[in-house]
């Protein structure tokens, strides 16, 4: 037989944070420049994020993918709190082009993965939960293994992730096919 050598669209190398926040509704983040990408998933309500110049509005279901080495910053709408979960990641895979500027509506049979994500973490690290950020209250959110974290934790976020972000491109392009020929 001969060996057939795994494409890896994504590698993920390194885990920055790990968080799923409440927003108060009057909640405002003045920003940041980090050199990771962050995913940004709105697991409740809406929130408005700045990425550069660029002010999107992002609701209840959506992910949008932040850049790295650019300003971008989260403000609730004002009217509802809103809960939001957020992965700070390395990955310079080439792949991850696909996801600039774009605001995903994550698919409902994707949302398993995202909790996977989430449960990982929580048996891992220290994480902040459901804390409440008002104004600009900030918390330390360093990750911080447990005393005894899931053995092999890590690593299923980190595969968790990549899955997600393959499955997010091939729904992508198949809902792009269906376009073409509908």
């Known amino acids: 037989f001969k060996k057939f050598k795994s494409q890896i ?31 940004a998933y709105i697991d409740k309500g809406e929130v408005i994020i700045t ?3 660029k002010e999107k509005r992002c609701k209840q279901g959506d992910i949008l993918f932040l850049q790295p080495n650019i300003y971008h910053n989260i ?9 939001v979960f957020s992965i700070i990641f ?13 605001i995903i509506k994550l698919p409902k049979n994707l949302r398993p993965l995202v909790d996977e994500i ?10 902040p939960i459901s804390i ?3 104004n600009e209250q900030r918390i330390e959110l360093e990750l911080k293994l447990l005393e005894e974290p ?17 499955k997010l491109l091939q729904n992508d392009r198949i809902t792009q096919n269906k376009k073409q020929f509908f």
């Open 9 to 39: 669209l994504f590698d993920i190398s390194a885990i920055g944070t790990l968080h799923y926040l409440e927003f108060d509704k009057n909640y405002a983040f003045t920003g940041e420049i980090l050199d990771l990408w962050e995913l």
């Open 51 to 53: 990425e550069g110049t």
């Open 75 to 83: 403000k609730a709408d004002g009217v509802d709190s809103s809960i």
């Open 90 to 102: 390395e990955c310079k895979s080439k792949a991850m082009e696909e996801f600039k500027e774009k």
């Open 118 to 127: 989430i449960n990982a973490g929580l048996k891992t690290f220290h994480i």
């Open 132 to 134: 409440r950020y008002i």
């Open 150 to 166: 899931l053995f092999g934790g890590s690593q299923l976020i980190k595969i968790y992730l990549e899955e997600l972000l393959i």
